[in-house]
């Protein structure tokens, strides 16, 4: 059977319901960056075997294929890709402008703490001592501080990007399965990247691109074609049954006497969940949620347009700028922690002003983007795909 | 991660009665508040054949944080404390402790070490600090599982225990320390091999919630540090001993 071809992402209006997920993960993203941030137990992770990060990479495979689908058709493969990697380039910016952040956080600690306690603890700081080294391999996406792994992957993954793209164009099928095969092959001969000074990269690309081509390929017409079984009871059944399974298993972790109740062969044939490799139990907790989430949150629901949902629609539509704010303020308010006051309530307020924060940054570049559209200037107007700038 | 609730749920419990007042002298009541992080899942049965025999001995490997500085470090670290509050503890027992325990060693660079130490030392009972330094160096987590599987084997076909100390909490380097999956590996291990794992990630977090000790400060001087490994080689000696006792139950002891 010959597949039709799945030209033309239909020119619908944006699915608001990406942004709207895409901001509430870049807030639990955020809320779990803070080290020890007693707000953070409100996040996913803690309830289920998957994370913000997945729904991150996802949405971004999926608004990625939307915006760059559209520019390859309009303006074709080379234009196409000139613009995917502008915009791995921009990320890539973006991670730097961060790690010199960290290098400033970093060099703080280095001169104004000493304990006893930690000799070995502050022997992490180690690397100040020949910074030539550690910023060339941090310039090579080698060294990545704590919390500094997602943009690297989001830079790989977009430099492959547009080949994957142009199959994905002519066979989505194909497409979707060269990222499986891959995904697979990852596991059997355990490929990654090499990381700085040893290890392997936190996120392995090889493993984490499935999410995003599947993202990409739901974006071209894969959700339409998957849409009967979405909303079949029977899977929305089954990803409710799965989604109570890792909840109860996540409680062992909190309650370790629960542990107990878990027969012996169901820990030995779950443990240890990858993150690093992206775990198909992780895999499956995403699509689960993403099953639930699409039965009770369907396209036109009214509350998307309304104000409640605003705060984090308008953080996913400019998701880039509103990720790295996000990481800055984890450095910050771990700083606040350490500085001011580590007391429940410090970490709610500067939890939820954190939120605020990005809210307003996100408000602002918005705003931006529409003077910068509508402004006389020497820039021309941008196009209609111009919008893609804030979203991919 | 596991505790998290159970410190805040601590935490919110007590909190109005530790404000009241900082303990300055003796720490050893709140101290013991970390029993709340400690799970007594696994028995210890070579270690209760040597206390049957009234001869136990010990061997802790370990890297930095198994050290204090200074000329007293060695008999202030929680080592030496440990050994103190067992011979305190189990009076007719001869407490021996050897000690294999150097800075900036890996999990894998322990194992490397820890067959000439068990046969000079041949301890009933292996303590095993680590985690930090592979966490810092990022060392593959499937070669970190694989060196603390490889030290289990080692240390029990010698005929020893074994019990993990995971990390220490230290919050301001928090933010530069992954130490998430490491110890999350290190818990999985445990489990699957059914060894003991003295938290001391989640009591040393309990104990800065509670206010108990202040980890924040800079400081050069060692009080609040010889404290501590004093409480942990305290709590160490208790797990030691209750998990020794012959048919535990698996379920809360009195304590």
Known sequence: ?392 | MTGRLASLLAVLVLATQVQAGPALADHAADCRLGELQIDRNFPLPQVARALAAKQLSILVIGAGSSLLPGTSGAANAYPARLQHALAEKLPGVEVKLATDVKAKHSAAEMVKSLAPALSSAKPALVIWQTGTVDAMQGIDQDQFSQALDKGINIARSAGADVVFINPQYSPRTESMIALGTYAENMRWVAVQKEVLLFDRFSIMKLWSDLGTFDFYSATKKLDIAESVHDCIGRLLAGLVIEAAKPSEPQAEGGR
């Open chain 1, 1 to 392: 059977m010959k597949e039709k071809p799945l030209m033309a992402p239909l020119p619908i209006e944006r699915d608001l319901r990406l942004d709207l997920f895409r901001g509430l993960a870049l807030w639990l993203i955020f809320l779990d960056h803070i080290p020890s941030n007693a707000v953070s137990w409100i996040t996913i992770r803690n309830y289920g075997f998957s994370d913000a990060t997945e729904i991150f990479v996802f949405i971004s495979g999926y608004t990625a294929a939307f915006v760059y689908g559209r520019a390859m058709q309009a303006t074709g493969f080379i234009v196409a890709t000139a613009r995917v990697l502008k915009r791995a380039w921009q990320i890539y910016v973006a991670h730097i402008f961060l790690f010199a952040i960290y290098l400033a956080e970093i060099a703080y600690v280095a001169s104004s703490f000493d304990n006893p306690l930690f000799t070995e603890e502050m022997g992490v700081l180690d690397f100040m001592k020949n910074p030539d080294v550690t910023i060339l391999q941090a310039m090579l996406l080698k060294f990545k501080p704590v919390n500094m792994d997602v943009l690297p992957l989001y830079i790989v993954l977009l430099l492959w990007f547009s080949p994957i793209l142009w199959l994905l164009l002519r066979s989505p099928s194909l497409g979707l399965l060269a990222s499986a095969g891959l995904y697979t092959l990852m596991w059997q001969f355990e490929w990654n990247f090499a990381a700085y000074p040893s290890g392997n990269w936190v996120f392995n690309p090889y493993a984490w691109q499935l999410l995003f081509v599947f993202g990409a390929w739901c974006a071209l017409g894969g959700a339409q074609r998957l849409a009967r079984w979405i909303n079949s009871p029977v899977l929305v059944g089954l990803a409710a049954a799965y989604l109570v399974f890792a909840f109860s298993i996540a409680m062992t972790w909190y309650f370790p006497r629960l542990g107990a109740f878990v027969p012996k062969f169901v820990g030995e044939a779950i443990y240890p969940i990858d993150k690093t490799n992206l775990d198909v139990l992780r895999i499956l907790h995403f699509l689960s949620l993403a099953v639930i989430t699409v039965w009770f949150v369907p396209r036109d629901w009214s509350l998307l347009k309304s104000r409640i949902c605003w705060p984090a629609i308008v953080c996913g539509q400019n998701s880039l700028g509103v990720f790295c704010l996000g990481v800055f303020l984890s450095f910050a308010a771990h700083f606040v922690f350490t500085e001011v006051s580590n007391r429940v309530l410090t970490h709610v307020i500067v939890s939820i002003a954190g939120i605020a924060i990005m809210v307003g940054a996100a408000a602002l570049i918005s705003w931006y983007r529409i003077i910068e559209r509508q402004g006389p200037g020497p820039r021309p107007p941008a196009t209609k795909t111009g919008y893609a700038e804030g979203s991919a």
